[in-house]
């Protein structure tokens, strides 16, 4: 026991600690698509609005709990680099983002989804029911 200098009566252990996940790691969050009615991960219709989820996380893995983060989404064109769209990003404000994109041209295009200027690495098979809220 701890008594924290409050006399025997006041001992102040066990006591309750509170721990939050620490700041965002880019390497560690991860995007990911519904499938309903495709996994806008991997494919596309040209002029439809596409939706990839971002769960940002800590260095150990825990999922964030707040937003704030730079979340930027970048879609171009591998047949001329000049074409690029960027995605619309929502910060839900509790580690989640939601990132909406519309491509009006048909084509092959690289995703590069990064948070704070640094790659988001991992893309995970499409959603659980979490992302309809």
Known sequence: DIYCGLGQDKKCSPFRLSVIP???????????SSSNPIDNLVEARAGDTGKIFLQAKDSYGNNRIS??????ALFT?????????RGNIMDTNDGRYIISYSIPMAGNYIVS???GDEPVKYCVRPSDPRWDS
Do not use: F, M, P, R
């Open 22 to 32: 620490g700041a965002a790691v880019a390497s560690n969050c991860e995007a990911e």
């Open 67 to 72: 937003g704030g983060d730079y979340v930027k």
């Open 77 to 85: 064109s591998v047949s001329n680099h000049d074409i690029q769209y």
């Open 113 to 115: 989804i990064t948070l």
